[in-house]
DNA sequence: CAGTGGTCTAGACCACACT
DNA sequence: GTGTGGTCTAGACCACTGC
């Protein structure tokens, strides 16, 4: 079948029947000597899916069309759908399961309670510690300064949320978290919605506020806590702390988060894995 | 065509020709009531592909055979093969390049240069502040105390070589590395060999000792240096440092080194990303 | 049982690198 | 041109889930 580097329109052309047939009609040629940026078939099907994801057509934790229907769908083999399954599966976008279907993944129910937080206890699994205790110290709206816009996307002066919590484990204060929202998505967050939601931040911000985190980034360092972080955290000031600089992305990679965690290493680890 | 459960056996049985062939015949029946342990052929050949890398057969920078090459070999086709590859090539164990072949990936000529090595600059990437200074500080022989042994998977007394160094970025001491290699597959390291060579030290241990590192996983803290870690450091007592313990595998996950190093993040910081 | 994802094959053709 | 990896298809069958 033809493999052309066009890419696919909105309505997929019609293909043939029995013989390999074109998904993608020989589009009109190339507008200049530009590079044509050779893509994949199933890179653009991806992309279709994943266009689909971000609006909303289906919901975390529901099932998407099955292979076949979505091979139908955008005129392709099953295989075709198939990789670019694989691929969003593999961004932890999707969940295949075996028997049942693909779905949309989410961070409610997942039994993994922090998805994005890899502090751990020094010995024994985190399963063993229990749940962390969640106090929400502060929430407010607030302008946006220059550098958390700038991080966010947005304009210096924007309406940002700002939250600042603290989590224990085993009544001991080990995280203090100071973090920043774009005001639009998340107007209508409050201290007590906080507080009375049971589950991780990023659940609520899919459930509440349709905003799913996808990826993020983290900075780290090492760092002195400040008088009010002390307390806070009820620490030592000469206590070296493990400062975490998050920035997480919704689905089109556009910031949605900002935030700052500053973990006491004493009892627990910051654990990761290189590959 | 047959997709049994059994393990390819180490000549994998004849093949038939026209129609979808068996590669798996349907081996002794299962020992007892364990599970059947299901493992796809695609799975099998991976497994064997890798202990040709553990067993040396094709050495870090080499191609290994073509894809149709591997598929005559172990009698399937070649989309099993290649999903095979496509693990290990995610594994970061080969490396595909389209056109030349498939090669087994290696330290050496890895423009990135350091592999494992999370730290970088605050501002600008990595590239424009140049290559680090490295000194060694130390290279001694000793006799593995118990924490040592257990993490290197080696009896308490057992031999094990001590490397102490330091990375400058800029003229500027940055990073304390303390590490320690099993004495046995490390015969012959000495400081002066460390400080000749051109390159990382996974190079090194590549070309001079045969031993490639293929994973590795970190436990990160806050902590304090000691005087010691100061002078090395040229740094003030209470400068909050970086903690980062590593313990390094080969390809049998066995471990083979470990290394503890005390980053300064006051320029630089340890980039994170979460999926 | 039907439906879903998962595996495997065989064959065709494309993109790329070398010679 | 030849050989390599990369893409795509069509069809068959297996494994798992739930009705």
Redesign the interface.
């Known amino acids: 079948m033809s493999q052309s580097a066009a890419p696919l329109p909105g309505l997929a052309p019609v293909a043939g029947a029995g013989a390999p047939s074109p998904a993608l009609a020989g589009l009109a040629s190339l507008p200049s000597g530009l590079t044509p940026a050779f893509s994949p078939l199933y890179s653009q099907i991806k992309g279709l899916i994943l266009q689909s994801l971000q609006g909303g057509e289906w919901k975390p934790g529901e099932a998407i069309p099955s292979e076949m229907e979505l091979a139908g769908r955008y005129r392709v083999s099953q295989g075709t759908v198939r990789k670019a399954v694989d691929e969003l599966a593999a961004?932890?976008l999707l969940v295949r399961r075996q028997g049942k279907g693909t779905f949309v993944a989410t961070h409610v129910e997942h039994h993994v309670q922090y998805?994005?937080l890899?502090l751990i206890p020094d010995e024994g699994d985190s399963s063993t510690e229990g749940p962390a205790q969640r106090e929400i110290i502060d929430c407010k709206r607030l302008r946006a300064a220059s550098d958390v816009a700038r991080a966010l996307g947005l304009r210096a002066g924007d309406a940002v949320l700002q939250v600042r919590r603290v989590l224990s484990f085993a009544g001991r204060p080990t995280i203090l978290e100071d973090l920043w929202l774009p005001g639009g998505p998340f107007k209508g967050l409050t201290a007590e919605r906080l507080s009375l939601y049971h589950g991780t931040m990023y659940a609520l911000f899919e459930t509440e506020f349709g905003v799913r985190m996808v990826?993020?980034?983290?900075?780290?360092?090492?760092?002195?806590p400040d008088p009010e972080q002390c307390s806070l955290l009820k620490t030592q000031p000469?206590t070296?702390?493990?400062s975490v600089e998050?920035v997480a992305y919704t689905y089109n990679s556009a910031p949605m988060e900002i935030r700052r965690g500053l973990?006491l290493?004493d009892t627990h680890?910051?654990?990761?894995?290189?590959?």
């Open positions: 961004g932890n998805r994005f890899k990826r993020a980034t983290e900075k780290i360092r090492a760092v002195l000469n070296p702390l493990l998050r973990y290493t680890h910051y654990r990761n894995e290189l590959n």
